[in-house]
């Protein structure tokens, strides 16, 4: 039973992070702007987040503790996300390789800072490693009261941002602006819409719910290392995002397929019939992405996405 009800909160948890880290992506692409920085805006919300839990003193409250760290990966990750922004958007550069650069740099950032958080003089070069137990207890509750089955408790406040996500998109003027930057800009930009604003709106919401996942993701440890980045997460959630074809419904619908081969290379050697096989636990950890490509390769060419994603926007281009 204890077995049970550990793989599903693993499973809800990843399906949470993928969630909320796609529907960030989300709205940057309804707008016009190509969400590939995610894994950046994640690796960096999660570093900021990691270093706050790592520094803040234990005298501070729990609940104001908790509430300063939700609020450090949202504005940290949001800022990182209009350095895409400012790029692509004012400056008109290339959105592909301005979002690899931005996931480059943000493992990267991480790394050094982590380094120089964690040296002392008895060792000069610090670890990229985190310990946070303080704050796993803090975000990570007992499930029904068993020990040793916890949930996190961030995947509440994600299952409340998906229908309002929805609502938003679809029922609110701001979503049909949105969309329409994406689908034909200069129709919008004829009809009085600032082209140029709302893509900036959007790409920083996909910086402030990417931050939410990296904090959600690390607090599922009580360490991390930040050498890995976000472990991928961020490229599992843009291919959930083309897999749920940019719909709040779908997208979630869309984590759980790829979570559950999430949860099963961490799960795995607690059952059995997998852990007899006798298969190497790096195809396990390669699982979920290799199952990534395949769905992408057989689903891809049937998916659109707004017209105008990736594209630059000229104001008077017709």
């Known amino acids: 039973m204890i077995i049970v009800l550990s793989t599903i909160s693993f499973l809800l948890a990843y399906v949470a ?48 503790s908790a509430l300063i760290v939700i609020l450090v990966a949202l504005v940290s990750a949001g800022l990182y996300s209009l350095l895409l922004a400012v790029a692509c958007i004012t400056f008109k550069a290339n959105q592909t390789l301005v979002g690899t ?5 943000s493992t990267a950032l991480a790394v050094v800072m982590v380094k120089q958080a964690t040296k002392t003089e008895a060792l000069p070069v610090g670890m990229s490693r985190l310990n946070y137990t303080r704050f796993y207890e803090i975000f990570n509750v007992n499930l029904f009261g068993l020990q040793g089955v916890r949930v996190n408790w961030l995947i509440l406040i994600v299952l409340v941002l998906i229908p309002i996500v929805y609502i938003v998109i679809y029922k609110t003027r701001y979503g ?37 996942g990296g904090l959600l993701l690390i607090t599922m440890n009580a360490e991390w290392e930040f050498a890995n980045g976000a472990s991928g997460f961020g490229f599992l959630a843009l291919a959930v995002l083309i897999f749920g074809q940019w719909k709040p419904l779908y997208i979630f619908l869309g984590a759980f397929v ?53 594209e630059v926007y000229e104001k008077g281009k017709r």
């Open 17 to 64: 992070t993928l969630t909320i880290t796609a529907l960030g992506g989300m709205f940057s692409e309804k707008s016009g702007t190509l969400a590939l920085s995610l894994e950046g805006c994640m690796t960096f919300g999660a570093f900021a987040s990691g270093i706050t839990m790592y520094l803040l003193p234990s005298s501070i409250p729990d609940p104001i």
């Open 101 to 105: 650069a931005l996931n480059i740099l």
């Open 176 to 212: 049909l602006r949105l969309t329409s930057c994406g689908e034909n800009p200069s129709a919008a930009d004829s009809l009085g819409i600032n082209v140029n604003k709302t893509r900036y709106v959007g790409v920083l919401l996909s910086g402030v719910f990417a931050g939410l």
């Open 258 to 310: 790829f979570s559950l081969f999430k949860t099963l290379s961490v799960v795995y050697p607690s059952i059995d019939f997998l852990a007899n096989l006798g298969i190497s636990s790096y195809f396990y950890l390669a699982l979920p992405y290799i199952v990534c490509l395949i769905v992408l390769v057989f689903t891809s060419k049937k998916n659109v996405g707004p017209k105008t994603v990736g």
